[in-house]
Structure formats: C-alpha cells, structure tokens
Nanobody
Framework: QVHLVESGGGSVQAGGSLRLSCAASGYTVGTDTMAWTRQAPGKAREGVAAISTGGISTNYADSVRGRFTISQDKAKNTLYLQMNSLKPEDTAMYYC?????????????????WGQGTQVTVSS
C-alpha cells in the first residue's frame, strides 16, 4: 500500500521560506513522475512543480518558477519542495503526488497517489 506523508508546512511572512518534505512508503521515489500540487480556498487544485522519472528533469508552473525548487532523495525515499520568496498568493494546502495519469495538466493534475496535504499560510 502506498503512503505519501507531507510535512514542513506552516505560517510565514511574505518573503520567507519553507521546505516541504514528502516521505514515501510502498512506493520508490524516482520510478515515476512525482509532483507537488496545491489548492487554495475556493480555488481549483493546480500543479506547482514536477520531477520526471529518475529526477532527470523538472518543470514548474509560471507562478512559482524561479522561487520554488523540487528535488528528490532516493536514499531517503523522499520528495522535497523548497519554497523561497513566498507570497500571500502561495497560501494553500500542498499535496505530494506520484505516478502521473493520462490527461494530467498543470490546471488539472491527475495522479494515482496523493498525500493528505500540508498547509502553507503566507501573511503579508
């Protein structure tokens, strides 16, 4: 059974940083696409950052490119999201996801496995 457990969320002021972690069990990090998605109150879920099989390439939503960095540690079987220069509009529940499904897009991320989420709140 696959479990993805996020941690590292919290409350910060604008301009601050947070590092999210996603510990995987029953699933080997690096064997398929993994990503971070987020959902703000009253808004649709959206993709934030993705990392390809083997960590060969990364991709980011325009709204976070240059501020967020996705990475993975295969030895720890963990996915990370380093978030710098945080803005109030980054406030959302952040989800770790794995194994992208056909039809998945930034606007409508479709993944086989989802974590429970970790809350990020950025105050101005």
């Amino acid at each position: 059974q696959v479990h993805l457990v996020e941690s590292g969320g919290g409350s910060v002021q604008a301009g601050g940083s947070l590092r999210l972690s996603c510990a995987a069990s029953g699933y080997t990090v690096g064997t398929d696409t993994m990503a971070w998605t987020r959902q703000a109150p009253g808004k649709a879920r959206e993709g934030v950052a993705a990392i390809s099989t083997g960590g060969i390439s990364t991709n980011y939503a325009d709204s976070v490119r240059g501020r967020f960095t996705i990475s993975q540690d295969k030895a720890k079987n963990t996915l990370y999201l380093q978030m710098n220069s945080l803005k109030p509009e980054d406030t959302a529940m952040y989800y770790c996801v794995a194994s992208r499904l056909p039809g998945s897009s930034w606007a409508s991320p479709q993944y086989q496995y989802w974590g429970q989420g970790t809350q990020v709140t950025v105050s101005s």
